[in-house]
């Protein structure tokens, strides 16, 4: 089955300890990005990576970092997780223009 | 720079009647626009993919139009029914020509149908 899966789905961190969210696809996509989605501000997009070793910022990338070591995998990092990323995220990969979503992660940073 | 705007945050219809949604943009000349269904909490669902040069599009009951003049596309789901509750997304690229291109989203209209 096509899919994208992102780990973990729920997580609760405390300000400034690293962490990671995963993203992997199984469709051999070139195009993957990540989104996060806040109410009344709608679908924005962190990052994008056109290709393996390919990465560029989209319209919010402050205080994140992403990885693309191998062509499925799409690890969104943050350094020093703030309250104002609290958010939901959303990883996508993207052929022929249509994306194709995972599941989504909500984050929640205290 | 870019501005895209679905006509109203919510909007409730009766069942069995057809839903008209409208995504309006500015500041832009999109290749292609796509229409998504987000359920709450899920990531959103790919609909449909119209192109400049496509003036409607069709699946099932689903019909999309896209009017490049207006700078206009409409999104009809006709014989609504409650299942088709959901929010839907505008989404337009960002790159002429491009199959990779990035996308912008609308902020989405949420959609009620009741019985």
């Known amino acids: 089955e096509a899919q994208v899966t992102q780990n973990p789905r729920y997580l609760i961190t405390v300000t400034g300890k690293k962490l990671t969210v995963t993203c992997s696809q199984n469709m051999n996509h070139e195009y993957m990005s990540w989104y996060r989605q806040d109410p009344g501000l709608g679908l924005r997009q962190i990052y994008y990576s056109m290709n393996v070793e390919v990465t560029d910022k989209g319209d919010v990338p402050e205080g994140y970092k992403v990885s693309r070591k191998e062509k499925r995998n799409f690890p969104l990092i943050l350094e020093s997780p703030s309250p104002n990323q609290t958010s939901l995220y959303f990883c996508a990969s993207s052929w022929a223009g249509e994306a194709f979503f995972g599941q989504g992660t909500r984050l929640t940073v205290v | 720079s870019q501005k895209i705007e679905q006509n109203s945050e919510a909007l409730n219809i009766q069942e069995g009647k057809t839903a008209t949604l409208t995504c309006n943009y500015t500041?832009?000349?999109?290749?292609?626009l796509q229409w998504y269904r987000q359920d709450p909490g899920r990531g959103p669902v790919f609909l449909l993919l119209i192109r400049e040069n496509e003036k409607e599009k069709r699946k099932e009951r689903l019909k999309v139009t896209f009017d490049t003049t207006l700078k206009q596309s409409l999104f009809h789901i006709t014989a609504s029914q409650p299942a088709d509750s959901a929010t839907y997304l505008c989404?337009?690229?960002?790159?002429?020509?491009?199959?990779?291109?990035?996308?912008?989203f609308g902020r989405g209209t949420q959609l009620t149908v009741w019985p």
């Open positions: 989404a337009l690229d960002s790159v002429r020509g491009s199959t990779l291109g990035r996308l912008y």
């Open positions: 500041n832009y000349s999109p290749a292609y």
